[in-house]
C-alpha cells in the first residue's frame, strides 16, 4: 500500500525559507494522481497548500503563490515543499497527501511534521 | 474561495445515540468529502463523494447533502467515533476545510 513519509527541519527562523520532503514508497509518483501539500495551524485549521501531478504540473493555493514552490525528484520519488519569506504565522504541521481521482478527496496522508518559525 | 461553515463546533454523544453534523458552504457545490481525525493522528478520509464510505469505515456512518448544505450521520454512536471531522471541498479551486465538529463521547 502507499505510504507518505514528510521529513525536514522542525525549527525555521522568520524571513528565512521553509523545506520539507515527502517520501513516498509503495507507487511511483510519476505513474498516476496528484500530490499535496495540505497544513494545519495550532487550533487545528486545515490549509491546502498546493500540489504536483504526476505529469510535473503543478497547482497552488492563491493565498501563497508567490512564497511556495513544490518540486519532485522521480529517481527518489520524493516531492518537495519549499515556503519563502516565513513568519510565526507559518508554524504548523505539514501533511502531504495523495489524491485520486476528481471526487476521491485526500485518500492517503503522511504522518505531519510541525515545523515551527521562531527565532 | 468557498467557506465551509461546520455545526456544532462541539458535540457530545452517549453510545447508541444518532448523531448528525452539518457543513454548510457559501456557494453550491458538488460534492463533499469527510475526514476523520483523533488527537495526535493526520486526517483520515472518511466520506468521500458525499456519500461513499472509505475503506474500513463502519456501515453506522453516512453521509448526504447537495448545494449548499451536507451532512453526516452515525446511526448509532459507539465510544471509537469520539473525534474531530472536517468537511472538505473541491468544487471551486482552492479547496477548503471546515473548521471541524469535536465529537466527544458522553
Known amino acids: 500500500d502507499v505510504q507518505l513519509q514528510e521529513s525536514g527541519p522542525d525549527l525555521v527562523k522568520p524571513s528565512q525559507s521553509l523545506s520539507l520532503t515527502c517520501t513516498v514508497t509503495g507507487y511511483s509518483i510519476t505513474s498516476g494522481y496528484s500530490w499535496h501539500w495540505i497544513r494545519q495551524f495550532p487550533g487545528n485549521k486545515l490549509e491546502w497548500m498546493g500540489y504536483i501531478h504526476y505529469s510535473g504540473s503543478t497547482n497552488y493555493n492563491p493565498s501563497l503563490k508567490s512564497r511556495i514552490s513544490i518540486t519532485r525528484d522521480t529517481s527518489k520519488n520524493q516531492f518537495f515543499l519549499q515556503l519563502n519569506s516565513v513568519t510565526t504565522e507559518d508554524t504548523a504541521t505539514y501533511y502531504c497527501?495523495?489524491?485520486?481521482?476528481?471526487?476521491?478527496?485526500?485518500?492517503?496522508w503522511g504522518q505531519g511534521t510541525l515545523v515551527t518559525v521562531s527565532a | 474561495q468557498i467557506v465551509l461553515t461546520q455545526s456544532p463546533a462541539i458535540m457530545s454523544a452517549s453510545p447508541g445515540e444518532k448523531v448528525t453534523m452539518t457543513c454548510s458552504a457559501s456557494?453550491?457545490?458538488?460534492?463533499m468529502h469527510w475526514y476523520q481525525q483523533k488527537s495526535g493522528t493526520s486526517p483520515k478520509r472518511w466520506i468521500y463523494?458525499?456519500?461513499k464510505l472509505a475503506s474500513g469505515v463502519p456501515a453506522r456512518f453516512s453521509g448526504s447533502g447537495s448545494g449548499t448544505s451536507y451532512s453526516l450521520t452515525i446511526s448509532s454512536m459507539e465510544a471509537e467515533d469520539a473525534a474531530t471531522y472536517y468537511c472538505q471541498q473541491w468544487s471551486s479551486n482552492p479547496p477548503t476545510f471546515g473548521a471541524g465538529t469535536k465529537l466527544e463521547l458522553k
Open positions: 497527501a495523495r489524491k485520486d481521482y476528481r471526487y476521491d478527496g485526500f485518500a492517503y
Open positions: 456557494s453550491s457545490v458538488s460534492y
Open positions: 463523494d458525499t456519500s
